[in-house]
Each structure stands twice: as structure tokens, then as C-alpha cells.
């Protein structure tokens, strides 16, 4: 079945660092791939989503790109900040909102 | 526009009991479903509602159940808790069904502590 595999942590970069966050998945047909974030306390927040390959999603200084050729979707910011501390997590859907989610990885960012 | 309510937020219980917890989605939206959050096993999905029918479930034991309601509120509830039920519950809401692409909005969850 569809599942997701995204990098562990938990990460841990200074402010300013880049960051990327791999993930990879696995899908019988062309799904629509999300990278949600969780803030503590809180449910997950839609970061961004990518609906077909080679579509590059952006929110908040945050990319990925469908990279269909890999099975990837990979998570990227050039410059974190504290605020971004949280957990990401990807995920894939095919359909009827049947999200399949990675494990989740921790970010902390200090100052 | 007000986002997803779950109600309770914390909950404590004792194995053998049954619990049950609601999700009030966004005005609006016809979809909810509902997922399971625990530090080993991630996000699991559980189950989605829309117009009161369920539409999809996940590998969840029968002791997992739920309701959608006709004014989209749902319910879902865990019969002979066991000490594995202690977990975040999740639930999302969106505005339609059977498309991929659509967003999930997700409450804050209700926290149950199995003891």
C-alpha cells in the first residue's frame, strides 16, 4: 500500500542554517504529496502541497518539488528561525482524504 | 470562521472502560476524519465521514468506532480501552470527498491517557 518515509530526527540547526528534510514515498498511482507542520500543542497546519510532477510548492520561505523520477518530496529552507521549531511531517494522498503521513521529524532551531 | 473543535481535550480512563470523543469540523465542511497520533507509530488513519456515511477506513480493530451526525459533528468512540489506546486523536475536517488534492484542517486533538 501507499506509505511515506521521511528522514528521523530529531534535527537540530542554528538560526540561519539551511534546511531539508527528505522524504520519500511509495504509491500505486499519481498522488497529491503535503508537507504538514505541527506546533506544540496544536494540530498539524498545512505547509504546502504539490498535486502532480515536477509542481513545486512554496509557503512561508518552505519548498519542495514532486519529484516523480526519485519518489521524492523533499522539504527545503534556505534560512530556519526559532519560530520554525516544530514537527514536520509528510504525506501522500490518493484518494478520499485517506492521508498516509511519515513519521515526523523534529526540528529545533536555536538561537 | 471558526477551525476544528475537539472535545475533550484531556481524558483519563481505566482499561475496560469505553470513551467517546467529538469533533465539531469547520462550517461548511462535509468530510471528517479522524487519526490516531502516538510517539512509536506516527499518524495513523482511522476512519473518514462524509454526509453521515462512513467512506474509508483504516486497519484499526472493531473496538474503533464512529458516527457522523447530519450537521457533519462526529463522534468516534473506543469500546474495552486497552493500555495501547493512550494517544493524541486527531480529526480533520475538509469541504469535499473523493478529491485528492484537498486540503485537511485538523483540530488541536483530544489527549487520552489509558491507565
Known amino acids: 500500500g501507499d506509505s511515506v518515509t521521511q528522514m528521523e530526527g530529531p534535527v537540530t540547526l542554528s538560526e540561519e542554517a539551511f534546511l531539508t528534510i527528505n522524504c520519500t514515498y511509495t504509491?500505486?498511482?499519481?498522488?497529491?504529496l503535503f508537507w504538514y507542520v505541527q506546533y506544540p500543542g496544536e494540530g498539524l497546519q498545512l505547509l504546502l502541497k504539490?498535486?502532480?510532477?515536477?509542481d513545486k510548492g512554496s509557503n512561508k520561505g518552505f519548498e519542495a518539488t514532486y519529484r516523480k523520477e526519485t519518489t521524492s518530496f523533499h522539504l527545503e529552507k534556505g534560512s530556519v528561525q526559532v519560530s520554525d521549531s516544530a514537527v514536520y511531517f509528510c504525506a501522500l494522498s490518493e484518494n478520499n482524504n485517506d492521508m498516509r503521513f511519515g513519521a515526523g521529524t523534529r526540528l529545533t532551531v536555536k538561537p | 470562521k471558526a477551525g476544528v473543535t475537539q472535545t475533550p481535550r484531556y481524558l483519563i480512563k481505566t482499561r475496560g472502560q469505553q470513551v467517546t470523543l467529538s469533533c465539531s469540523p469547520i462550517?461548511?465542511?462535509?468530510?471528517v476524519s479522524w487519526y490516531q497520533q502516538t510517539p512509536g507509530q506516527g499518524l495513523q488513519f482511522l476512519f473518514e465521514?462524509?454526509?453521515?456515511?462512513?467512506?474509508n477506513k483504516g486497519n484499526f480493530p472493531g473496538r474503533f468506532s464512529g458516527r457522523q451526525f447530519s450537521n457533519s459533528r462526529s463522534e468516534m468512540n473506543v469500546s474495552t480501552l486497552e493500555l495501547g489506546d493512550s494517544a493524541l486523536y486527531l480529526c480533520?475536517?475538509?469541504?469535499?470527498?473523493?478529491?485528492?488534492?484537498?486540503?485537511?484542517?485538523f483540530g488541536s486533538g483530544t489527549q487520552l491517557s489509558v491507565l
Open positions: 462550517s461548511g465542511h462535509r468530510s
Open positions: 504539490a498535486t502532480k510532477a515536477d
Open positions: 504509491a500505486t498511482g499519481y498522488p497529491s
Open positions: 480533520a475536517s475538509s469541504s469535499t470527498a473523493g478529491t485528492r488534492t484537498e486540503k485537511l484542517f
Open positions: 465521514y462524509f454526509s453521515e456515511t462512513q467512506r
